[in-house]
């Protein structure tokens, strides 16, 4: 019997910037459902990664295979179809709307496979109740906190419903509360799709993790159990160490 | 303002504006009317830049390249078949192909928003030398002769749909020309609250969004640009229609840059503010006509200058700022002797609800 074959694998992957390598032969592979950390200290090339992944750049080496498609190269709106979702670093929402459309515009797009605005706006209503902004849905997205805005992107990321979905630091700037809430949603989220989260807090780490990734310096320096990761005296030395004596 | 509120305040606007169109002949003599039908043509045009600049934001410095592709397409269609039906087809859809050709080379070619503005300000200056080297009996399409720097004289005016021999008088012009502004203004209105207006806004505020949720932003920006050159080559049908003349010099430069400035002065983002911007110009600039103190050059200048550093979002906006201050103080006021606590919500307004 084959193995089952992996959502998401990349292999080689490689990102350049002029003399900066910022992701070298990256080989990663994400099992269907599977909850993945990724962690690493600032600059290790995490963002750039999802990057790839997305479609927002083009790897100048390597290739990324989600299912049976080869992505790596397509366009932002291509790969978006195939179904991967990302919440991106720095809040990427649409500034000027309300809140519902937001939502809105994530739902319609994935509805559409099913041609229906009725199922719009279900999903609209079950995603605003779900990053209970129920309330705040016809305030302009670009007068609330960064928190709220968090909340919005995520929230346009789920209305979408892709397969695989990708948080790029999700708790930043987020209260203890809303970091636990977030948690219980990855968590919620992860029964039926799977996740990459890149974090950098180690108590949320702890929260949601199974398996973890730890990139340095644009490689992937360990791959294992958070415990084992966290145990590791090399990750301690380039990441951990000064948080974890703290 | 709540959605059933504003709804019916829009309605009872395109009531009243179509009420004016209809008993302004019996108002005004005949030469402001053939004013008012320039100025409403003026207006299309204003409208299909407000669209593409301000829902589309896509800032093209040559529009009139559209207008005046519409204004020749009716023209030699017109003078060939003697009838304005098929003329005011293809001034429609000459520009929105001519469109089409080149916003698929600048929007799927990845060109920058920069070089989007050079690239629609070359192609108008090229389309101006073109046109105005066609002097000569070898520059003709079927029976139309370009004329060159002379342009096209006497150019059948509108008549009734498929019947050349009832030419429309002035009158019925002027009601042709303002029902087009008020159609086309509701056609745009329309296409806004579409879902793929709703797109089209998402895609100007943030593309990079709009591309992570799975829209295409070359396409939405293409079709925006496509329709943006329809309506413009409506407005050259018309503005034909108005002089039974068009020349190379409807390619001019300045009056791409005039309608860039009938938007900042009427709201960028409005459908409104372009309309408003443009009829409030250009009555200034024929008023200034008939005298000989100031230069009209001159005057719009200054006119931009103070409303960029005062009134920077234009007047439509502006107004309308003012206007939802004043109420939700008004409503504030209300409240207070009950006692009761006022939060402020975050207010404001989305984006694209003029
Ligand atoms: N567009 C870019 N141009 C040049 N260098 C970049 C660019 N994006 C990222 N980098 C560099 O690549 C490295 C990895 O960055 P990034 O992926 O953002 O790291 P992380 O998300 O892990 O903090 C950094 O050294 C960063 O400066
Ligand atoms: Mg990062």
Redesign the pocket.
Known sequence: MAEIAPLLETRNLT?R??G?V??DDVNFALEEMELRCLI????????????MLTGQ?TPTQGTIRFRTHPIAGNLPHQIARLGIGIKT?IPNVFNGLSVRENVWLAAARAARREASAKRAAAIVDEVLERIRLGGLAEAIVGQLSHGQRQWVEIGTVLAAEPELILL?EPAAGMTDEETARTAEIIREINRTRALIV?EHDMEFIKMIAKKVTV?HQ?RIMMEDTVEAVLADSRVRDVYLGKKVAA | MNGPVKLTLQALAILAACVAVAVMPSYVDLFQLMQFTLFCSMAVLALSLGFIWGFGGILSFGQTAFFGLGAYAYAVTAINFQDSTPAILLAVLVPALFALALGYFVFYGRISDVYLGVITLTVTLILFNVFNSTAGDAYAIGSARLGGFNGMPAVPTFNMPFDPSSILFPEQSWYVTGGALIAVYLGLRLLLRSSFGRVAIAVRENETRAALLGYDPRLVKLLVFVVGGGVAGLAGALYVNWGAFVGPTIFALSLSAEIIIWICIGGLGTLIGPIVGCFLIEYLVSQIGTQQAFNANLVLGAILVVFVLLLPKGLVPTVRDLLLAAGRLARERNRRPAGEETHALPGGHPVGAE
């Open positions: 990102m910037f002029g900066v910022a992701n690493g200290p600032n600059g290790a090339g995490k963002s750039t990664f999802f990057k750049l670093q790029d890149v990139f644009g």
